[in-house]
């Protein structure tokens, strides 16, 4: 069983055959949509956010693990809130309640939150939770509307780790052959960075076109 590094499920729920390109094929560029994301998430990692109070302390950057599920990544930030009903961090040698807080730049204008989003911050819960014996607290803020959106992990636990072990199998699958996936029907590619490397295009004819004119379903 292959180590899945937390961000690359979103990339693949975004859209496989990027995923691919990515984690299989090592190809990489940017674009507007990416930069912005990177320049949100360096100054959330820089540290400018952390601090420590008798009641509250917040962590960026933390870098936690799931070794039932060889699952990794870092978390943009962690608040750890003193509650004498709380679990128990040794490593702070107290009782606190644990929420995660993951930075996004652009929330959805029709839903609380992005899918791929949610399923990003639940894979951080398996492993805080894994980290830290608790059962940690879970939003979203997104930058353009500088609000948070609550994740319903509690209230949909069992349907999120089925989603997430699915993507999991998936993943590992395509990795052990060593296989891209095909481009999925309606994939949406205009925002994508990877979209001319995925899609090149000549003078006289779109590749993309002839595509997906081909293409039967994937998964």
């Known amino acids: 069983m292959c180590t899945v590094n937390i961000r690359s499920i979103q990339h693949f729920m975004y859209c496989p055959r990027r995923w691919g390109l990515l984690e299989i094929n090592d190809d990489w560029t940017e674009n507007v949509h990416v930069i912005k994301g990177n320049l949100m998430h360096k100054r959330v990692h820089s540290g400018e956010h952390e601090y420590s109070s008798k009641n509250k302390k917040v962590f960026s950057s933390l870098s936690v693990y799931n070794d039932d599920l060889d699952i990794y990544g870092v978390i943009d930030c962690v608040e750890f809130r003193r509650n004498s009903n709380g679990y128990f961090i040794e490593e702070l040698e107290g009782f606190f309640d644990v929420v995660i807080v993951e930075y996004k730049p652009t929330k959805p204008k029709d839903r609380d939150f992005w899918p791929s989003d949610a399923i990003q911050v639940f894979a951080q819960k398996l492993c805080i939770d894994y980290v830290f014996a608790c059962n940690s607290e879970a939003c979203i803020y997104y930058g353009d509307v500088r609000r948070r959106s609550e994740l319903p992990f509690k209230e949909y636990y069992e349907d999120y780790l089925k989603e997430i072990n699915g993507y ?19 994939q949406k590619c205009s925002g994508c960075s990877l979209e001319f490397l995925c899609l090149p295009k000549t003078k006289s004819i779109s590749i993309k076109s002839q595509i997906l004119s081909t293409m039967g379903d994937t998964i």
């Open 168 to 186: 999991l199998e998936l993943m590992r699958t395509y990795k052990s052959k060593n296989e891209i996936p095909r481009i999925r029907k309606n």
